[in-house]
């Protein structure tokens, strides 16, 4: 983590970011921190967690521009359910990089993010493997479907066929 990532996630008004489903997100920052700090366990809840804060059912709002830079930042260096469970929430914002008033600052966010998802790709862990392949077939579509003008916009299941948090234990 880097040394100024506490204070720049603390930095966003995360009260001004609405949510469909009304879920708080001013959850959120103590969720994005404790998946920095805390042993293996608790960065597993806190990835459960902000999946159900930030990405409740599929659905998104506006907070999932700053989750997603944040996410992208500290990915790598999370335990293996902590990164499955963030790499849903990432899939789950990766569905809508088109048609919101923010997914060009999404979109942007995930393209830069691609070398990372590519890596995570060839990851001898299935589901993360998966949630990366799913992630970058959502932003080639994106960037095709910008690339169409009057394209419809992508969109996806909330969660992928196969995956319960329930069979990886994490409660």
Same mark, same amino acid.
């Given at each position: ?5 506490? $204070? =720049? %996630?603390? #930095? ?8 469909? /489903? *009304?879920?708080? &997100? ?40 700053p989750t997603a830079g944040f996410l992208v930042e500290i990915l ?5 359910? $902590? =990164? %499955?469970? #963030? ?8 569905? /809508? *990089?088109?048609? &919101?008033?923010?997914s060009a600052d999404l979109q942007r966010i995930f393209r830069e ?12 862990d299935e589901d993360a493997s998966d949630f990366s392949g799913m ?25 992928? #066929? ?10």
């Amino acid at each position: 983590m880097k040394p100024d990532f506490e $204070a =720049r %996630v603390k #930095s966003i008004e995360w009260s001004r970011l609405p949510h469909p /489903c *009304l879920q708080d &997100q001013t959850l959120i920052p103590e969720l994005l921190i404790e998946l920095c700090r805390g042993d293996d366990h608790a960065k597993e809840r806190a990835a459960v967690r902000l999946w159900d804060t930030a990405a409740h059912q599929g659905n998104v709002g506006p907070s999932s521009v700053p989750t997603a830079g944040f996410l992208v930042e500290i990915l790598e260096s999370l335990p293996p359910l $902590a =990164r %499955v469970e #963030s790499l849903d929430t990432l899939y789950q914002f990766s569905n /809508c *990089l088109i048609a &919101q008033p923010w997914s060009a600052d999404l979109q942007r966010i995930f393209r830069e993010a691609l070398p990372i998802f590519e890596r995570l790709r060839e990851s001898h862990d299935e589901d993360a493997s998966d949630f990366s392949g799913m992630i970058i077939e959502n932003i080639e579509a994106a960037e095709g479907q910008r690339a169409e003008p009057g394209a419809a916009p992508n969109g996806g299941p909330a969660m992928r #066929s196969g995956y319960s948090r329930v069979s990886k234990g994490v409660s």
